[in-house]
């Protein structure tokens, strides 16, 4: 069993940064996808930001493009959201998820939330403006 752990959430004025973490203790896979999502109060969790153990393949929801990058250090067990230019429509609780797929086999599954089987329990990211 694999346990999620995000840090980094917090308060920021529009046009600001954060850097969020997300840290797998316990079992650890040798290929997977992590993958970044975002739930705001009254809406859907939907799809921020995925990475492929595959040749380090990443993907972007259109609205983080540019904005967004997603890293990882394989040392530390840990993925990053680095969030530059954010936007107050940013604001919401921050989830990573993890699933043993390493490759988009198959179709662009990693941008389905139920495409992964284990959660951290989210980091709260509020933009003001």
């Known amino acids: 069993q694999v346990q999620l752990v995000e840090s980094g959430g917090g308060l920021v004025q529009a046009g600001g940064s954060l850097r969020l973490s997300c840290t797998a203790f316990?079992?650890?896979?040798?290929?997977?996808?992590l993958g970044w999502f975002r739930q705001a109060p009254g809406k859907e969790r939907e799809f921020v930001a995925a990475?492929?153990?595959?040749?380090?393949?990443?993907y972007y929801a259109d609205s983080v493009k540019g904005r967004f990058t997603i890293s990882r250090d394989t040392a530390k067990n840990t993925d990053y959201l680095q969030m530059n230019s954010l936007k107050p429509e940013d604001t919401g609780v921050y989830y990573c998820?993890?699933?043993?797929?390493?490759?988009?086999?198959?179709?662009?599954?990693?941008?389905?939330?139920?495409?992964?089987?284990?959660w951290g329990q989210g980091t709260q990211v509020t933009v003001s403006s």
């Open positions: 998820g993890v699933d043993q797929r390493g490759d988009s086999y198959g179709g662009p599954w990693y941008r389905r939330s139920n495409g992964y089987n284990s």
């Open positions: 316990g079992r650890t896979f040798t290929t997977y996808t």
């Open positions: 990475i492929m153990s595959r040749f380090g393949y990443t």
